[in-house]
């Protein structure tokens, strides 16, 4: 697959260092030369620095590995390169005090969709830490991570579920693009018990059998 990156930071780093090493064809956008430069060559496998007008043209599927704050004006400059193409935005619009930036109105995701209407865009990679995305690959106890997708063209749904897993993780049907602000105002829920309480985010959801109350079959004990 051609993958085009707009974006030099780390998470452009963690998610084309695997995409790079699974085979696929990677160009590295930025506006800083220099920066796309140094990063393509630290990755490696044959990855390409260019320009973000050129990454964008390069890539079947297109990661926006930018600031909630820039996304939606470059993604914007770029709208006529992104025509038909899968956008992928990984951005948390979360900001002091674990809030949600995007106040209620539309999420990070449909802001990049209004910005560029003729590109599918697909939320996906926005809750774990870059650190965590450069694991290889990011298994816990045994279990890969699972990794929540949200977009509304079935194709485009196809392709970043196959990146997903070549990022060593599993796709999670998120639902339509609609739903993308969920993910992330849980990334902004999750941040704030991890980082501002020091709580282990994961202890507030029971096991799958529980969800719905206790499973067929099984009853409480009698006090």
Known sequence: MRIGVLGTGNMADALATH???????VTIGGRDAHKAERLALRIGGGVKPAGLRAAAESGQVVLAALPYGAGADVVRDLHA???GRVLLDCSNPVGPGFRLL????PSAAQRLAAAAPGAHVVKAFNLCHEDVWRMRP???DGRPLAVPVCGDDETALARVRELVRDVGCEPVAGGGLERAGLLEATAALFIGLWVGEGADAQAIAPPLAYAAGP?????YSAS
């Open 19 to 25: 995409w790079a090493r699974a085979g696929h064809q």
């Open 81 to 83: 390169a992104l025509e």
């Open 102 to 105: 995007t106040e209620g109105g």
């Open 138 to 140: 990011p298994v816990f």
């Open 215 to 219: 499973s067929h079959g099984q009853a």
